[in-house]
């Protein structure tokens, strides 16, 4: 009966168009990391839907250790608004030890690399035969796109305005792989949501030269004496 089984799935036209030959794949190595911000993947989804503020692409860059993601919104790839996100991310968290990326002309470029070897941080390209090798970046792309799509306007042309909101989401919330959240890998402690503010915590009206500094009326020099 087995024999007859076998003879009639090999003979059926929708079994063979549907089910795909056993291939045996290479064994996936994981790269390994031991600190915060050794090892970090950078990548852009895009073009999206271009908002009022011109963007049309996302730059993220995820921490391999923490899961932690950074994300901005450009109005175009070029090498030189990578470069100034790159720049960004050094002036909050310091210098990766190495960052993998693709190998197209928006990160293999003379500005790019010039950069990274100033300030000493490796360069690490995937190879086109191994695609998966930023397969973290990717989902990390998939999983901001999909959230956005949840809270975006009909027309889709307003994402940039969330995408801070939900990078958030994506740091403090536990990651499947490390049983944390980034928040918690990244600063040593859970981050403190506006909702769990109690009641009484006090809120003092600013003084008149916090006000002034912040709307940017800074005439009497405030912003020199706080420094």
């Given at each position: 009966?087995?024999?007859d089984?076998?003879?009639?799935?090999?003979?059926?036209?929708?079994c063979?168009?549907v089910?795909?030959?056993?291939v045996a794949?290479?064994s996936?190595?994981?790269?390994?990391?031991?600190a915060?911000w050794?090892?970090?993947?950078l990548d852009?989804?895009?073009?999206?839907?271009?908002t009022?503020?011109?963007n049309?692409?996302?730059?993220?860059?995820?921490?391999?250790?923490?899961?932690?993601?950074?994300?901005?919104?450009?109005?175009?790839?070029?090498?030189?608004?990578?470069?100034?996100?790159?720049?960004?991310?050094?002036?909050?968290?310091?210098?990766p030890?190495?960052?993998?990326?693709?190998?197209?002309?928006?990160?293999?470029n003379?500005?790019?690399?010039?950069?990274?070897?100033?300030?000493?941080?490796?360069?690490?390209?995937?190879?086109?035969?191994?695609?998966?090798?930023?397969?973290?970046?990717?989902?990390?792309?998939?999983?901001i796109?999909?959230?956005l799509?949840?809270?975006?306007?009909?027309?889709q042309n307003?994402?940039?305005?969330?995408l801070?909101?939900?990078l958030?989401?994506?740091?403090?919330?536990?990651h499947s792989?490390?049983?944390?959240?980034p928040?918690?890998?990244?600063y040593?402690r859970e981050?403190?949501y506006?909702?769990?503010?109690?009641?009484?915590t006090?809120?003092?009206?600013?003084s008149?030269?916090?006000?002034?500094?912040?709307?940017?009326?800074?005439?009497?020099?405030?912003a020199g004496k706080?420094?």
């Amino acid at each position: 009966m087995s024999n007859d089984i076998k003879t009639w799935v090999l003979e059926c036209d929708v079994c063979q168009s549907v089910v795909k030959p056993l291939v045996a794949g290479r064994s996936l190595q994981s790269i390994k990391v031991s600190a915060v911000w050794e090892f970090v993947g950078l990548d852009i989804s895009g073009r999206l839907p271009q908002t009022a503020q011109g963007n049309q692409y996302i730059v993220s860059l995820t921490d391999y250790f923490s899961k932690w993601v950074e994300g901005f919104a450009m109005k175009t790839k070029s090498a030189s608004e990578v470069s100034a996100c790159i720049c960004q991310v050094i002036y909050r968290h310091g210098c990766p030890k190495r960052i993998l990326t693709g190998q197209g002309e928006d990160f293999a470029n003379e500005l790019n690399e010039g950069i990274c070897s100033i300030l000493r941080i490796k360069r690490s390209y995937v190879a086109a035969s191994h695609p998966r090798t930023k397969m973290l970046c990717q989902q990390t792309n998939r999983t901001i796109l999909r959230a956005l799509g949840k809270i975006v306007n009909e027309k889709q042309n307003d994402w940039d305005v969330f995408l801070n909101g939900t990078l958030f989401s994506l740091r403090s919330k536990m990651h499947s792989t490390t049983k944390c959240s980034p928040f918690l890998l990244m600063y040593g402690r859970e981050a403190v949501y506006p909702s769990e503010l109690t009641a009484d915590t006090p809120m003092n009206e600013p003084s008149e030269q916090v006000t002034d500094l912040c709307s940017g009326n800074d005439r009497g020099g405030t912003a020199g004496k706080l420094l």
